[in-house]
């Protein structure tokens, strides 16, 4: 499918689905759209909602955005039918900016991926002295493992940890559900199986599962990062160049990371992202 169609129907489909929304005053109407296209985390937390509200209002624009995995975000932007995205998987996002995909890449956030699993424990994670040591020891308790298997950034992460270990994760055991992290952590806890997930998604769903965390003290396995892209315009002529800079002159404004710090705080009693736009770092 030609690829400038392909985001035009995108577009149409959405607009499609807000068509049967509140219709605004003529003179409210957002002047244009942006295709944001995002990890689950960022939307299962409940972040991009206070983040694109505050966008939307100060730039008159309508921010459509297509929650994925980082895998199929990123394939969305090398299609051209996204504007912008944001995700956590930094050699997928670095190998793609080679490929003339995307530019104006800025780090954003982060926080750090947490393992998750039944309070009975029955792989003694809690005992684990490192994430690799907490995968051996659910690998040879031949414990009930979820993975979200659908080329995301927790996914790249489980996967690393795995081939770290020289472990290929099969059997009854484990199981790959190829969803979001919201609907991995939802079976995880119906199958009282362990899981990995951003430390964020868990902390916004902790109240709605009986699952817990079970260890996080690695901050070299465990780091994760986010990062915002924009689609190049000289790939793809077509995309919404200018309202993807603002975008990503907003979520690295003080007004953006301010509201990244914040979030969470008064409900968890911490951030559940780390502002990180001012920190350098080597990826």
Not at 158 to 177: D, R
Request: hydrophobic letters at 40%; aromatic letters at 10%.
């Amino acid at each position: 499918m030609n690829k400038t169609l392909l985001k035009i129907l995108l577009v149409m489909f959405f607009a499609a689905l807000f068509s049967g929304c509140i219709q605004p005053d003529a003179e409210d109407a957002p002047a244009g759209t942006m295709i944001l296209s995002t990890t689950t985390s960022t939307c299962d937390t409940g972040l991009l909602d206070v983040l694109n509200a505050r966008f939307e209002e100060e730039n008159n624009v309508k921010v459509l955005t297509l929650c994925q995995g980082t895998g199929k975000a990123i394939a969305t932007g090398e299609m051209g039918a996204a504007d912008v995205v944001l995700v956590h998987a930094p050699s997928s996002e670095l190998e793609a900016i080679k490929r003339g995909s995307f530019i104006d890449r800025q780090f954003v956030m982060y926080n750090y991926f947490v393992i998750i699993g039944p309070a009975s424990d029955p792989a003694n994670v809690t005992h684990a002295t490192s994430a690799t040591d907490a995968f051996t020891r659910i690998a040879d308790a031949q414990a009930p493992f979820i993975s979200r298997g659908d080329n995301s950034g927790t996914h790249a992460k489980e996967l690393g940890l795995w081939n770290e270990i020289h472990i290929t994760p099969q059997g009854v055991w484990y199981q790959s559900v190829g969803k979001g992290m919201g609907d991995t952590i939802i079976t995880a806890d119906i199958k009282q199986g362990y899981t990995l997930s951003d430390r964020g998604t868990y902390l916004a769903m902790k109240d709605k599962i009986n699952l817990v965390a079970l260890f996080e003290n690695d901050q070299e396995f465990l780091y994760n990062p986010y990062h915002v892209m924009a689609v190049s315009p000289e790939k793809f002529p077509d995309v919404n160049y200018g309202m993807a800079l603002n975008y990503i002159e907003f979520l690295t404004s003080g007004e953006g990371q301010g509201l990244i710090q914040d979030f969470g705080l008064e409900e968890y009693g911490q951030p559940l992202f780390i502002p990180a736009h001012n920190i350098d770092e080597d990826v």
